[in-house]
C-alpha cells in the first residue's frame, strides 16, 4: 500500500474502472496494461514504441498537437477554434504559460465531434524550452487520462490539475508502464543489461537508443529502476540548506541580503520496490559526504578509475552515519544538479545485531 493507494481520488477512479479496492494502484495500472494488451494482440503484434503509441491513439480516437513556437498557438486557434468551433483551443496559451503550475500537456474531448471522428480527443503536447525534454513523457501522460480519466462522455473542459494532485500522480505512473511497455522495453532491457551485476548509465543509453529514440534519460532510467529486481537508489543533489536554515530564511529579515551558501545535499532520493523492502535509502536532504564522487561531479572536477566505490556509512548527520554497506554510485550533473544512482554491491551487514550480542558478553 503506497500513498497514492489511499488517495480518495485514486480509490474513486479504481470503483469507476471497476479495479479492486484493495490495491488500486496495482489495479488501474493492470486495468490499463490490459486493455494495450488486448489491442496488441488483435493488431498481431507492434514493431516498435512509435507502432505502439499510434495503434493505441487510434483506438483511443486521440490525435496529437505539439506546440514548438508560439505561432503553434494562433494555428492551434485557426484550426479547432475558427474552424471547428472548439473555442477551449483559443485560450490555451495562457495555461500554459502560468508559470505557478507548470502544463506539459492538455487532453480536450471535441464537443462538436462525431462519435466516431478519429480526432475525438485532442491531446496538446508542450514541446517549447526546456519542456521538450518531457515530450515523450508527457505524450504518455495524456494516453494515461484518456485510458482512464477521459472515458466517453467526460467533462469537454481539459483539467489544468497542480503536478502534486493524485491523479496527476497516477498518470505519470502509468505513462512511466504503459510507455516503457514491456514487451518492448524487456527485451531492450535483457540484452542493455546483460553480464552487469548491476544498473548503468550505458545500460540506459543503450536501450534508448535500440528501443526508446524519443524517450528521456531520466524517464527511462525510472523504467529501469522500476524493473530492477534489486535495491537500487535514484538521488538529485543539489546545493541546499538544513531545515533549520530552511525555515529562517523563510523570514527575510533573519539573513539581511546575504543568506548563508548551502551545501550539496540529496534533495531528491526515490528507493524503487526492491530498495524500500531493503531498508535500503538516504534521508532527504541529507549532506552529501564530501568524500563523494558527487561532490566531484557537482564541480565538474576530473574523475579516477576507481570513484564509483563508497561506503553508506561516509554519509552522515548530527554524529550518526548511515549503515556500512559497499555501494556503487554513478551520477552526471544536470544544470544546477547532480543526478545519480546508488546500489549496494554487498548484502546488509548484521552490525547491530552483532554488536548487541558483545555487549551481552561483556557484562
Ligand atoms: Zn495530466
Known sequence: MTRLDAATEILELAKELGVGAAAPVDGILDYCRHRIDGWVAEAGGVTGIDALESLVTKRLQMVFEEIRSEEDFD???????????????????????????????ALVLRRNATA????????????????LARRFFTRWHEIAHRLTTHADGGATEPGYRSEH??????????????????????????QASFGKSHLTFSTVEAIISEAFPTASFQA???????RLTT???????ALAHKKEVKRKLATPSMFGDDPPPGELRA?????????????????TNMRVPAASVLHRLFDAEPLTDDDDNEDLSQWESRGKTLERRAVVVEGRKVADRVIAIVQPVEKRRARDHCAQRNSLFTT
Open 231 to 237: 535495491p537500487v537508489v535514484y538521488l538529485e543533489a
Open 75 to 105: 494555428r492551434l486557434t485557426e484550426v479547432y477554434a475558427r474552424g471547428k468551433k472548439e473555442f477551449v483551443f483559443a485560450g490555451m496559451r495562457t495555461k500554459f504559460d502560468d508559470d505557478g503550475n507548470p502544463t506539459f500537456g
Open 165 to 190: 494532485d493524485p491523479i496527476e500522480r497516477m498518470m505519470d505512473e502509468i505513462a512511466g508502464h504503459v510507455g516503457f511497455y514491456g514487451p518492448i522495453f524487456d527485451p531492450a532491457y535483457q
Open 220 to 226: 527511462t532510467l525510472f523504467a529501469c529502476a522500476r
Open 267 to 283: 534533495v531528491k532520493v526515490i528507493p524503487n520496490k526492491a530498495a524500500q523492502q531493503d531498508g535500503f535509502t538516504i534521508p
Open 116 to 131: 466516431d471522428s478519429p480526432d475525438r480527443f485532442v491531446a496538446v503536447i508542450d514541446c517549447r524550452g526546456n519542456k
